[in-house]
């Protein structure tokens, strides 16, 4: 990204871009490592990008760190229950860190990362009309490492980035459903066949055959489904 753009039109073409990115990955996951990635492109002076999704009690869904000593510093975050990004994403605020080893608000965190290069922090929740989802964060190796201008270009990143995430895990809810339910009827309909077959073999009513059918699964120790489709393909009970 050219720094010497306006900041309404290097928004536009990091905006466009995001969008084309979140947009043609197939999963949250991919999704969530590509913002990651063009975030830590698009800030001056970042040394990487994180992106961390979470459900309503502040438990990571998906998250993605462009390098490991930003996967350490997220890490350490979620591993002592504090840190920039948790409180950014509880407080729906931007939360600036001007020097990990002056700033005292999570006093536990800031020991835990001293011998990371990590000094400054940018920390934007992801919020939807719904609430946060979670939070974008960027990190510089040195103290005051972003400017106003940094700022403020992620937190206008956050917001169309929120809400095409939140589209994304919805997509994905709804082909897991989707996968589920094929899933469900397939193996009720081969309950079903399996039962119809045993009647016809065993001269029972259908109350009779289902309980023969449960019977031998719990005998053989498989899946209700998985010897019905057995029995459909010619095995015995």
Not at 74 to 87: F, I, S
């Amino acid at each position: 990204m050219q720094a010497n753009l306006p900041l309404a039109d290097e928004l536009a073409a990091l905006t466009a871009r995001i969008a084309d990115l979140l947009l043609t990955h197939e999963t949250v996951d991919e999704a969530v490592s590509a913002l990651a990635q063009a975030l830590k492109e698009a800030v001056p002076g970042a040394l990487g990008a994180g992106v961390s999704l979470m459900d309503t009690r502040g438990r990571r869904t998906s998250t993605a760190s462009t390098d490991p000593d930003i996967l350490q510093a997220d890490q350490l975050q979620y591993d002592l229950r504090q840190g920039p990004c948790l409180t950014a994403w509880a407080q729906q605020a931007t939360i600036i860190v001007a020097d990990s080893r002056t700033d005292h608000r999570w006093p536990a965190w800031s020991r835990a990362i001293a011998d990371l290069p990590v000094r400054s922090v940018i920390s934007t929740p992801l919020s939807t009309p719904d609430g946060a989802i979670g939070a974008l964060k960027v990190y510089s190796p040195v103290p005051g490492g972003f400017d106003s201008r940094a700022v403020h270009l992620v937190e206008l990143l956050a917001r169309p980035a929120a809400l095409m995430l939140a589209n994304a895990q919805a997509r994905d809810t709804a082909q897991r459903l989707s996968d589920g339910l094929i899933g469900a009827l397939g193996a009720r309909d081969a309950i079903g066949t399996a039962t119809g077959m045993i009647m016809e073999r065993l001269h029972v009513n259908r109350g009779q055959a289902l309980s023969t059918l449960i019977s031998a699964a719990r005998r053989r120790e498989v899946p209700l489904h998985q010897l019905s489709q057995a029995i459909i393909g010619g095995g015995d009970l």
